[in-house]
């Protein structure tokens, strides 16, 4: 899957985002290894913490459709830059991806770029660190 053909996936969920205090709609799609996309959007709920990030909801989705190997996520917003993923969603990202799996991040000027999730979150507390191996 082609970075710029999964970024407008993520484009057509942040056409389905649910914000209505933030009005800052964000869209993500999850490319899955057995060839599925994800998507997911941020959800927003009049008690603030009970919201949910567009990475996140893809993620999830994935996760409970039994898609344990994500290959690629792209995320996307009307954002000055490439929109930047949250803390909360680098450190799920080092939870469900892999530290190599690629990240791909825009904006609706059509900037782009892609990282890994071992770049978004250098250091991460894991699995490891919890179990102390
Ligand atoms: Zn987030």
Do not use: W
């Amino acid at each position: 899957m082609e970075d710029e053909l999964l970024l407008q996936e993520a484009k057509k969920a942040r056409e389905k985002a649910y914000c209505p205090y933030s009005n800052f709609p964000v869209g993500a799609a999850a490319f899955g290894e057995n060839g599925k996309i994800y998507y997911g959007c941020n959800i927003e709920n009049a008690a603030y913490p009970d919201g949910m990030c567009a990475e996140r909801t893809a993620l999830f989705s994935a996760y409970a459709d039994g898609c344990r190997l994500i290959l690629k996520l792209a995320v996307i917003a009307d954002s000055t830059g490439p929109i930047s993923p949250c803390g909360s969603c680098r450190q799920v990202m080092v939870e469900l991806c892999s530290p190599q799996t690629k990240v791909v991040l825009g904006n609706l000027s059509g900037l782009m770029k892609t990282l890994t999730v071992g770049d978004l979150l250098p250091g991460a507390f894991t699995q490891e660190d919890l179990h102390g191996k």
